[in-house]
């Protein structure tokens, strides 16, 4: 079982940026593909971005491509979300997650694990 902090968000104005980390502990992180999720108030989470555990492969919604960047660091058990060009609907918790296979698609529900952080906040100002 991996175990996930989430950091590095904050309150930026629009067009600014902000980089997310997420902090593993124990279970396989260099095996696992990892994704950022995010909360906005009212709404569903939703998938933002995902990497292989090599990350060789990289998936983006459509919304973020462009100004978002995911990458990892196997050796610091760390993957990254940079966030440029925030727009205020890019408002909302981030949380970060394993997933079951090696994949960095969105994948259904259950392809990731469920064991949510508190995530972290970020929060984009017009």
């Known amino acids: 079982q991996v175990q996930l902090v989430e950091s590095g968000g904050g309150l930026v104005q629009a067009g600014g940026s902000l980089r997310l980390s997420c902090a593993a502990s124990?279970?396989?992180?260099?095996?696992?593909?990892m994704g950022w999720f995010r909360q906005a108030p009212g709404k569903e989470r939703e998938f933002v971005a995902g990497?292989?555990?090599?990350?060789?492969?990289?998936n983006y919604i459509d919304s973020v491509k462009g100004r978002f960047t995911i990458s990892r660091d196997n050796a610091k058990k760390t993957v990254y979300l940079q966030m440029n060009s925030l727009k205020p609907e890019d408002t909302a918790v981030y949380y970060c997650?394993?997933?079951?296979?090696?994949?960095?698609?969105?994948?259904?529900?259950?392809?990731?694990?469920?064991?949510w952080g508190q995530g972290t906040q970020v929060t984009v100002s017009s």
């Open positions: 124990g279970g396989t992180f260099s095996r696992s593909a």
């Open positions: 990497i292989s555990p090599s990350g060789s492969s990289i």
């Open positions: 997650m394993t997933k079951r296979n090696p994949f960095a698609d969105k994948g259904t529900r259950a392809e990731w694990h469920d064991d």
